[in-house]
């Protein structure tokens, strides 16, 4: 069962102009054990009632960092559901700690048709395509490497000092690696290959 599916159904009840509590006893009829708790599914009618129109949990949208414990937490489900729901049902990912939809989401692809942007068909996120991953994160990592912070305000005023002091010419060239490691890809034609 898809919370998705739930959160039509509560939207369903909502347009016919049934009461939360209501809708509730219907979910708990339909879903048993398995239904949304009454406090999430009051909040999902509420926001129907007031004009929400998506069945999209906007909690991860507005905050991209929380962590799957965190959203346990807010949400009141297991750490399964949360992967379950975040993957499965809104074709999520994490990606340098944020969670982002994936390109092949719907929403996505909605998006780029209504835009007439093209799409170019890509391999799975790979760490050696990604200057962040195979250049820039490693970097200010070799200054850090062994010291310990007491705050997470040191941890991002040490990591900005770090990255301040990479030359600008430094980030051209790693642009220009990048280009020749996604031309080595394409001469590939997606077969696998070792080393630079």
């Known amino acids: 069962m898809s919370q998705f599916e739930e959160r039509a159904n509560i939207k369903f009840t909502c347009n016919l102009e049934k009461s939360a509590s209501e809708t509730l006893s219907a979910l708990q009829q339909v879903y048993g054990d398995t239904a949304l708790k009454k406090?999430?599914?009051?909040?999902?009618?509420?926001?129907?009632?007031?004009?929400?129109?998506?069945?999209?949990d906007d909690l991860i949208r507005c905050d991209r960092r929380m962590t799957i414990a965190e959203l346990?937490?807010?949400?009141?489900?297991?750490?399964?559901?949360?992967?379950?729901?975040?993957?499965?049902?809104?074709?999520?990912?994490?990606?340098s700690a944020k969670f982002v939809p994936s390109h092949t989401a719907l929403v996505v692809q909605q998006?780029?048709?209504e835009k007439s942007i093209p799409v170019i068909t890509q391999p799975p996120y790979s760490p050696?395509?990604?200057?962040?991953?195979?250049?820039?994160?490693?970097?200010?990592?070799?200054?850090?490497?062994?010291?310990?912070f007491a705050t997470t305000e040191?941890?991002?005023?040490?990591?900005?000092?770090?990255?301040?002091?990479?030359?600008?010419?430094?980030?051209?060239?790693?642009?220009?690696q990048w280009q020749d490691r996604w031309s080595k890809c394409v001469r590939a034609q997606g077969s696998y290959f070792e080393g630079d």
């Open 111 to 113: 998006f780029l048709a």
């Open 128 to 148: 050696d395509l990604a200057p962040s991953d195979f250049w820039l994160f490693p970097t200010p990592k070799i200054g850090l490497k062994g010291t310990r």
């Open 39 to 56: 406090s999430a599914a009051y909040d999902w009618f509420s926001q129907f009632k007031n004009g929400k129109e998506t069945l999209e």
């Open 72 to 95: 346990e937490q807010e949400v009141g489900i297991t750490h399964g559901s949360s992967h379950a729901i975040l993957s499965d049902d809104l074709k999520m990912r994490r990606v």
């Open 154 to 176: 040191d941890i991002k005023l040490n990591a900005t000092v770090e990255l301040r002091k990479i030359p600008k010419e430094a980030f051209h060239r790693s642009f220009q």
